[in-house]
């Protein structure tokens, strides 16, 4: 069974406008949440991250939302540019655990120019 | 070399062969993972090493043999796999093992005929 759900498998947005990722869980054990964002050809990296002691972390044009009483997170890019076309991984934690991350099966995001 | 490296970058091996997958990392972190990555799932924890220690064998089968002979470098041995192996192996690394954010390699693309 899915702890990490990632359930849009790709989202096209037009450039300049917002793209919103979701992700939702089903561990609510899980403390702590991470996005990766992976080009073709390439590793996934490591975008952004989130304890479950905040709502919210922002980074530049990247702000992750937590709402834990829903064991829900969504990553907020904006403005979208075209070289964030990739797939973004959401991944999560348990604290004190063994500390692995499961992920997501990941949303292709496309930015049309 | 910068990173997170691994070689080759393609395979294609018959099942009764035996090849071996090679993971580098240039960042001095102490702890490797092996992940599996196959089509339409999340990525799959196989192997974790903290110090050249394995802490983590996630079920794998035994046709799957990882070696860890230094903090630097992680190799996944292959034998007698099937086709249902294809998939996109990563290996990624942390500073230590309780550290959430990793940095992956680019991958090897497997493909078991």
């Known amino acids: 069974d899915q702890q990490v759900k990632q359930n849009s498998p790709s989202l096209s947005v037009q450039e300049g406008r917002i793209s919103i990722l979701n992700c939702d869980y089903t561990n609510s054990m899980f403390d702590y949440f991470l996005w990766y964002k992976k080009y073709p050809a390439e590793g996934p990296t490591f975008l952004i991250s989130i304890s479950s002691i905040k709502d919210k972390n922002e980074d530049g044009r990247f702000t992750v939302f937590l709402n834990k009483s829903a064991k829900h997170l969504s990553l907020h890019i904006v403005p979208s540019q075209p070289g964030d076309s990739a797939v973004y991984f959401c991944a999560a934690s348990e604290q004190g655990g063994s500390e692995k991350l499961v992920f997501g099966k990941g949303t292709k995001l496309t930015v049309n120019p | 070399e910068t990173g997170v490296t691994q070689t080759p970058r393609h395979l294609v091996m018959g099942m009764t062969n035996k090849k071996s997958l090679k993971c580098e990392q240039h960042?001095?972190?102490?702890?490797m993972y092996w992940y599996k990555q196959s089509a339409k799932k999340p990525l799959e924890l196989m192997f974790v090493?903290?110090?050249?220690?394995?802490?983590e064998n996630n079920s794998v089968p035994s046709r799957f043999s990882p070696e860890c002979p230094n903090s630097s470098h992680l190799f996944l041995h292959l034998h007698t796999l099937q086709p249902e192996d294809s998939a996109l192996y990563l290996c990624?690394?942390?500073?230590?093992?309780?550290?959430?954010?990793?940095?992956f390699g680019p991958g090897t693309r497997l493909t078991v005929l």
């Open positions: 960042l001095g972190h102490n702890a």
């Open positions: 990624a690394s942390s500073q230590a093992f309780s550290e959430y954010e990793q940095f």
């Open positions: 090493y903290n110090f050249k220690e394995q802490t």
